[in-house]
T-cell receptor
Framework: DQQVKQNSPSLSVQEGRISILNCDYT??????FLWYKKYPAEGPTFLISISSIKDKNEDGRFTVFLNKSAKHLSLHIVPSQPGDSAVYFC???????????????FGKGTHLIIQP | SQTIHQWPATLVQPVGSPLSLECTVE??????LYWYRQAAGRGLQLLFY??????ISSEVPQNLSASRPQDRQFILSSKKLLLSDSGFYLC????????????FGPGTRLTVL
């Protein structure tokens, strides 16, 4: 049973345009969400996070939106650059709800391809 | 600053051979430590986590095991590798008390032939 779902295995976006990556979750106990970026043959790197008390968090070109009623979050990258081409993982935890040390539940990832 | 190391970076092993992957963390004390596997098209699967020396929790039953002989050392092992053990293995750490923030190592690409 997949509790964090990224339904788009890949996404192709033109350089300079907006990239929107989507993530859905089913566990209503999740209250902290993260996005990681991963290049081939490297470990994931933390990108941006959001807690359930917010509906938006912005960091430079990256903005994460959270819709708790829909159990949906999205990552917006504006403008998209060639270096953004990578696999993006959505992750969730029940941090404020007293989740355990096992921590994060990851989605399967979306491969973002930025075309020149 | 904190640093996490994994080795080897790549490994090719025959079926039935043993495995030992090592992960060490520098610059922090009492971290939570994690082993993940990324198999093709399957995202990141948590295999083991540890909240302290000698304390191991297993998330997925399999022929792998983990050990934490020192505070900042985490080892993934197998006595006999299977073809299905091929994948990209990632070690991660989280600060004490902040389990929702995990930082990953560079990973080990394991190919079992």
């Amino acid at each position: 049973d997949q509790q964090v779902k990224q339904n788009s295995p890949s996404l192709s976006v033109q350089e300079g345009r907006i990239s929107i990556l989507n993530c859905d979750y089913t566990n209503s106990m999740f209250d902290y969400f993260l996005w990681y970026k991963k290049y081939p043959a490297e470990g994931p790197t933390f990108l941006i996070s959001i807690s359930s008390i917010k509906d938006k968090n912005e960091d430079g070109r990256f903005t994460v939106f959270l819709n708790k009623s829909a159990k949906h979050l999205s990552l917006h990258i504006v403008p998209s650059q060639p270096g953004d081409s990578a696999v993006y993982f959505c992750a969730a935890s029940a941090w404020y709800s007293g989740g355990g040390a096992d921590g994060l539940t990851f989605g399967k990832g979306t491969h973002l391809i930025i075309q020149p | 600053s904190q640093t996490i190391h994994q080795w080897p970076a790549t490994l090719v092993q025959p079926v039935g051979s043993p495995l030992s992957l090592e992960c060490t963390v520098e610059g922090t004390s009492n971290p939570n430590l994690y082993w993940y596997r990324q198999a093709a098209g399957r995202g990141l699967q948590l295999l083991f986590y540890s909240v302290g020396i000698g304390q191991i929790s297993s998330e997925v039953p399999q022929n792998l095991s983990a050990s934490r002989p020192q505070d900042r050392q985490f080892i993934l092992s197998s006595k006999k590798l299977l073809l299905s053990d091929s994948g990209f293995y990632l070690c991660a750490w989280a600060p004490l008390g902040a389990y929702n923030e995990q930082f990953f190592g560079p990973g080990t690409r394991l190919t079992v032939l």
